[in-house]
């Protein structure tokens, strides 16, 4: 077919016909053409040509319009806002030549006749001839109108798309990427309508936006039509779902589901024509957008379209209520994490910080310091200063020209797919969305720092920080006969660190997403009636909202959170260790001091292993073994082992293990492997015994120290006392790798020491370690460690290698 046409139905285009209909129809086609059978859905449609856009500007004139009025503003005789207004007003007042407009409609006619109807609703969106390149995305520059309806409401709204290449955003951003004005062309699709103002719609990637960490789906989700997810309108639903299991229609691996607020949703306006805003019911805020199958569907979807394509993608989808159906709408490359070094990792710390202000969603994973500049309305743009700190409530492509000047970027609204968080990653500078409240905690002219270097959650503190960043090669780091793992226990942090080449995950603290990511004591949720206080009540009716019961939540929750921590290093072994709260720790939960003794000393006290088979807490505790079977199970992490902290008697090992086997954890079965916690006397001095019960030992360094010497950890006094290097606790470990080793079982180490002194994972290797875990930050540091210790000797060139978690090979 030519290329000089003036309609091309989406079923004979491919991505190769970007010139002639832009990024956006030609992908439409691609996937009509080539991804329809495979199940996916695409409403139709058909685009104009960059042709017919050429043939309407030189019936106008408006070529050499446009040509004047840009010398016009490269040589400072008028402004960029004279000269765009002078253009678009140009476009409107346009009349359409008769072959066009004739075109446009009798494909109008065909498409609505195709549905069986008079009339159709349809989307008209612009597709510039370029678009959605590497570095230059080209996000939300031109215009799209919904629920369009009748032919001269279709070509009015195809003339504003025409315009729409010269708004001053646009007109801004070409300038910026260096395009000519002349060069790009725009086609406009007309699409069928997706009755998604009666369901819901979203923005899904197949990587990570903020990592790019590349096993996972990202989806975001809202009530109404999608322009409000676009443009950063509302906080929407976010799920997140792990690629590589995704093959195994049994399991049901969704590793995030975080309810956004959804405050306002786009839907079709009374009149039948157009669209308008209306509040979302409080019932639809505080419920999901999607069910289970639905995710998994869209998400199987994403990888389909991503592996077609052959790089990451950015698409976006639509749910007709009438009928239940998903439908994708568009789909385009990811343009600005797809092209980064896989082997470099980029690390921003931020120190002596001043008080949290204001927190919101984390964009990338920068850190800036500048005086705030609060910005209502894109009128106000004017009065921007360079290198200030934007604060506004949402951002669309009129604020370009200032985004690109900004130190940060803070908004009230939006998720991780809207305008801001797109534009503000593209520009690399670090911007914190969904705030809720900045516009009133921040003030005109203070200085603050935007932080986003800590994880999911960005925050904003008062005054100047101290902003230190690094750039570390991972490509030239050897491997090592002994394994060097992570300490991880943040679930909103853990995509940050997917680049280290470590061996698995050596200790994920149960305790820490219980605290963090749950928040509410077990008890608490199996028997409400013995809280006693209104205010923690109504807390926990908050935030188990939508569960069946109380419990369930509690499963969930804490199930998602350690998922996003087993996903990370899959297939390698990720150990999680079973909840080591003291009673003052699990006290401090949401309707904790209802259920926990107080103690003297809870360091030494109600903690561990005592706790799992004791009638104050074993029903929590099969509350924990339900998670854990979610996990491997129902999710696939079949990675995931287990480790029993604190156990002080092997009587007290065999009642653990009987418990976990009467909830579903039998050790072996579906190979299961439990490990033991290394951290009291006892555990040294029984090594053979307990090395008969268990798969594996984790020396717990810090534990260990306190109860040899006979120091409280957490003593200011003795501080200086406290020494993991003390020849006594040295003695103890290099005994119980001697007597476990003997036994043929391996043994690691994941304790603090090691992170915080490189120079004892020497020593821990001199001792025949297995296994080493550290915390992400000092995980080069000591790995470099580790290399010289072997080489000293002669250990890297062993030919057994032992396995932390499995019977040791020798």
């Not at 607020?261 to 509040?279: C, D, H, P």
């Not at 107080?598 to 924990?624: D, H, K, Q």
Request: aromatic residues 6%; glycine residues 8%.
């Amino acid at each position: 077919m030519g290329s000089d046409q003036t309609i091309r139905w989406f079923e004979t285009l491919t991505r190769d016909d970007v010139p002639i209909v832009g990024g956006k129809n030609a992908s439409l086609g691609e996937m009509i053409g080539s991804l329809a059978d495979k199940g996916i859905n695409v409403p139709p449609g058909f685009a104009t040509t960059a042709a017919a856009y050429r043939r309407f500007l030189a019936a106008s004139r408006l070529d050499k319009l446009i040509s004047e009025k840009m010398q016009e503003f490269h040589s400072r005789q008028a402004t960029l806002s004279d000269v765009g207004a002078s253009i678009r007003g140009a476009f409107l007042d346009a009349k359409w030549p008769d072959d066009i407009s004739h075109a446009i409609t009798a494909a109008y006619r065909e498409l609505a006749a195709r549905d069986g109807r008079d009339e159709a609703g349809v989307a008209v969106r612009s597709s510039a001839t370029a678009e959605d390149l590497p570095g230059a995305s080209f996000a939300g520059q031109q215009e799209s109108f919904l629920n369009i309806r009748g032919k001269a409401e279709l070509l009015d709204a195809c003339r504003r798309c025409f315009a729409s290449l010269f708004t001053d955003r646009a007109i801004a951003y070409r300038e910026l990427k260096g395009f000519g004005h002349d060069a790009v062309a725009l086609s406009i699709g007309v699409q069928r309508m997706v009755r998604s103002d009666s369901a819901g719609s979203g923005v899904m990637f197949t990587i990570d936006t903020e990592t790019g960490f590349d096993k996972v789906v990202l989806i975001s989700a809202a009530w109404g039509l999608g322009e409000y997810v676009v443009q950063g309108n509302v906080e929407p639903d976010e799920y997140h779902v792990f690629k590589p299991l995704l093959a195994d229609p049994a399991l049901v691996p969704i590793i995030k589901k975080q309810c956004g607020t959804k405050q306002r949703m786009l839907v079709y306006a009374e009149n039948g024509k157009g669209t308008q805003s209306r509040a979302t019911l409080d019932h639809d805020r505080e419920r999901l957008v999607l069910g289970d199958r639905e995710i998994l569907l869209l998400a199987r979807w994403a990888l389909t379209i991503e592996r077609h394509y052959g790089c990451p993608m950015d698409m976006e989808w639509a749910k007709d209520g009438p009928d239940g159906e998903l439908f994708i709408v568009q789909a385009r490359p990811e343009t600005v994490r797809v092209h980064e070094r896989s082997d470099l990792l980029r690390e921003v710390e931020v120190r002596n910080a001043g008080r949290v202000l204001a927190r919101g969603q984390a964009i990338g994973s920068l850190a800036a310091s500048g005086p705030v500049c609060r910005i209502e309305d894109a009128s106000e743009i004017d009065r921007f200063v360079d290198g200030a700190v934007l604060v506004t409530g949402f951002t669309d492509p009129d604020w370009i020209p200032i985004m690109q000047r900004a130190a940060a970027i803070v908004t009230d609204h939006g998720g991780r797919t809207s305008h801001a968080a797109i534009v503000s990653r593209e520009l690399g500078v670090p911007a914190i969305v969904g705030c809720g409240d900045a516009n009133t905690k921040l003030a005109d002219g203070q200085v603050v720092t935007v932080n986003c270097a800590v994880g999911e959650t960005g925050l904003v503190h008062e005054g100047r920080a101290e902003i230190h960043a690094k750039e570390i090669d991972l490509s030239g780091i050897p491997e090592t006969h002994t394994q060097v793992m992570l300490n991880l226990a943040d679930p909103a942090a853990v995509y940050r660190w997917w680049k280290l080449p470590a061996d698995g995950v050596g200790l994920t603290r149960m305790e820490f997403v219980i605290a963090n990511h749950v928040k509410v004591h077990p008890m608490a949720l199996l028997e409400p009636d013995r809280v006693k206080d209104r205010g923690e009540r109504d807390q926990i009716a908050r935030l188990t909202r939508g569960y069946a019961e109380p419990a369930e939540y509690y499963v969930e929750q804490l199930a998602l959170g350690l998922a996003r921590i087993a996903a990370l290093m899959h297939p390698k072994r990720v150990i999680i260790r079973f909840s080591d709260f003291k009673t003052n720790e699990y006290a401090d939960l949401v309707g904790g001091r209802f259920f926990e003794p107080v103690e003297e000393n809870p360091m030494i006290g109600f903690r561990g292993a005592s706790r799992y088979a004791s009638p104050l807490f074993r029903t929590a505790f099969a509350l924990e073994c339900r998670a854990i079977r979610k996990l491997r199970q129902e999710m696939g992490f079949s990675n995931v082992a287990v480790m029993v902290p604190f156990c002080r008697t092997t009587g007290e090992a065999d009642q653990v293990l009987a418990e976990m086997e009467k909830n579903g954890l039998a050790k072996g079965e579906g190979g299961l492997e439990v490990l033991m916690m290394c951290e009291v006397p006892s555990n040294v001095i029984l090594a053979r015994d307990f090395a008969e019960r268990f798969d594996g030992f984790s020396i717990g360094s810090n534990d260990l120290s306190q109860l040899v010497l006979g120091i409280d950890r957490d003593s200011d006094l003795l501080a200086d006392e406290f020494e993991a290097g003390d020849p006594a606790v040295r003695w103890m470990i290099r005994r119980v790798i001697a007597e476990a080793h003997d036994c043929d079982t391996a043994v690691g180490l994941c304790g603090q020491a090691p992170s915080d002194d490189p120079e004892f994972a020497e020593f821990l290797v001199e001792s025949g370690i297995d296994s080493i875990s550290v915390t992400p930050d000092s995980f080069v540091a000591v790995k470099r460690h580790v290399v010289h210790a072997e080489e000293a000797l002669g250990k890297a060139n062993h030919e057994s290698k032992v396995v932390f978690g499995a019977k040791a090979v020798r």
